[in-house]
């Protein structure tokens, strides 16, 4: 599935958040925008799944697959969400319900979008939650998210949003709350999934590390603006922009390197 | 597993001298919230047998994952810990006894020591302007002095501007922010800067100003450095020696790139595997 953003503007109380941004993610493609916190990475990715805060104005185009989703009706927006889009968020533990058992969960999309019945839903949230390297699958999917680690529960949202197979994936921060060995073990699982089913990513990160892990293609972003698009390895080899440069030496000054 | 700094036969952190800070044989046991209203609740050894020195002048890590007790063992450190069920080990700071109990017998310890905690949200109170929370510790330690002028010199020290103690939390950012409750934990003239997590909630351009503030602080100031975190590339960048713990001990120990380049222990081994790096 192809994302085409082109000129994208989001205002919210008199502050441009997104000022005419533009780029794309090809099929299959995997892109990450990267970028300080404020500098407009998170709002971008809620503007492409019109989930903006109230208030905030839209201007521009968030095409999928050729499809304008700018200016779309709420109804229609949410089917695309639930059917086309899946979504990762940073905190899991806010992400999901704490009154509603994993399985649900998991399998809501399903149920929403699909039609599917509780036994069939129940059954694919399962294959889900082992698809995602959750241990016990059959008993997991009857547990509260309390009852979870912080790693779990991740994989919890991950399976929330890959269980409808989207054409694209995005994730904002999702590994950001997670230990490090959990977070090696979460976007293996991302690329894995990522690569299956042939979906297209968008990956929000502050981190080039990670970002290195995942994405093939950066977006760098300043103030809402990309101020530098290029494959990864050469953003990370030869910055172009000044805040290329930037958040390359910040992240070499703080990342480990065996080297 | 006892004795588990003996193995990795590192030598003392500064030859011969007395290091500034030493532990030896620290253990915490607490009890956990009951499941049952007959049974007592289970118990856990958060910390087990944890040996750890910091040589004057020298900056040490503790890295480990969430509940692998590592924070436990900083605060029981400084005296800082919950009640246990069972507590153990000795802590000396230059060759004192750290003994917990009520805070004017620790007055000496806080004299010499400064915190830094992980939220620089949560640690500064939102209705004190910023210069009179970096002078609490002088008021607490009933410091003598020109207070207003350390506070000023601390500030400027941090690379705020000097009008910064007028104004309040929430006019800052965070990496700001973080730059206060530094000065407020260095205003007092500590000789060990402990910190918990101190750069996790920054992004990774304020998280390097930071580490290079820490630097320039520790040469200026003289300081040692105590560092919690689970943040491997941070801490290869900060820390001379590095102790790596789980599940409540300290498993590995040693110089910071003898333990990341060639971890001994299998999880050290596992841990450095695990982070990403812009290789």
């Known amino acids: 599935m192809t994302l085409d953003v082109h000129d994208l503007v989001v205002e919210l109380d008199g502050r441009r958040l997104v000022d005419g ?25 809620l503007a492409v799944l019109g989930l903006v805060p109230e208030g905030a104005a839209v201007d521009g185009s968030v095409r999928l697959d050729g499809r304008e989703l700018v200016g779309l009706p709420e109804r229609e927006l949410a089917r695309v969400r639930g059917r086309l889009v899946g979504t990762v968020f940073q905190d899991p533990r806010s992400a999901l319900d704490p009154v509603q058992r994993v399985g649900r969960q998991i399998a809501e999309p399903l149920r929403l979008h699909e039609g599917l019945g509780r036994q069939e839903a129940r059954r694919r949230a399962v294959e889900a939650a082992r698809e995602v390297g959750l241990p016990h699958p059959g008993a997991i999917v009857d547990a509260y998210p309390h009852q979870l680690s912080g790693g779990q529960r991740q994989r919890v949202g991950i399976a929330t949003a890959l269980v409808t197979r989207p054409g694209l994936v995005l994730a904002d921060e999702p590994t950001t709350a997670l230990d490090v060995t959990t977070q090696a073990a979460v976007l293996a699982l991302f690329r894995r999934l990522v690569a299956e089913d042939g979906s297209s990513l968008l990956f929000v990160t502050h981190d080039l590390a990670v970002l290195a892990q995942v994405a ?11 101020v530098e698009q290029a494959p990864v390895e050469q953003l990370l080899r030869a910055p172009a922009s000044e805040t290329g440069r930037r958040l390359v030496a910040a992240a070499r000054a703080t990342t480990w390197s065996a080297s | 597993m006892t004795g588990a700094t003996g193995p990795t036969g590192s030598p003392g952190p500064t030859g011969d001298a007395t290091p500034l800070l030493s532990a030896r044989g620290v253990g915490r046991t607490y009890r956990l919230p009951r499941t049952s209203p007959f049974t007592p609740g289970p118990v856990r050894r958060a910390v087990v047998d944890a040996d750890l020195d910091v040589g004057h002048g020298e900056s040490v890590a503790i890295v480990g994952e ?65 210069g009179d929370s970096v002078a609490e510790p002088l008021r607490a330690l009933r410091l003598p002095g020109d207070h207003a002028a350390l506070v000023a010199d601390v500030l400027r020290r941090v690379g705020l501007d000097a009008d910064a103690a007028q104004r309040w939390p929430h006019e800052f950012s965070g990496g700001q922010r973080q730059r206060v409750a530094l000065a407020r934990a260095v205003v007092h003239g500590p000789d060990l800067l402990v910190g918990d997590e101190p750069m996790s909630a920054l992004d990774v351009a304020v998280r390097a100003q930071v580490l290079e503030l820490l630097r320039e602080l520790r040469s200026e100031l003289g300081l040692s450095l105590l560092v919690v975190s689970h943040d491997v590339g941070l801490v290869s960048h900060l820390a001379d020696r590095v102790a790596v713990m789980h599940e409540g001990r300290i498993v590995e120990q040693g110089p910071v790139g003898q333990v990341l380049r060639s971890p001994r222990h299998p999880y050290t081994q596992e841990l450095v595997a695990a982070v990403p790096t812009l290789d």
């Open chain 2, 66 to 130: 969430s509940g692998s007790g590592k924070s436990t063992l900083v605060r029981a450190l400084l005296a800082l810990d919950a009640p246990a069920v069972e507590a153990t080990g000795t802590v000396t700071l230059d060759g004192r006894e750290v003994r917990a109990g009520r805070s004017s017998g620790l007055r000496w310890l806080r004299r010499r020591t400064g915190v830094v905690l992980q939220d620089p949200y949560a640690s500064l109170d939102p209705r004190m302007r910023v």
């Open chain 1, 216 to 226: 093939t293609h950066a977006v760098v972003l300043d103030a809402g603006r990309a």
């Open chain 1, 21 to 45: 941004l533009s780029f794309s993610v090809p099929d299959g493609g995997r892109v990450g925008l990267v970028g300080a916190s404020g500098s407009g990475k998170s709002m971008t990715l």
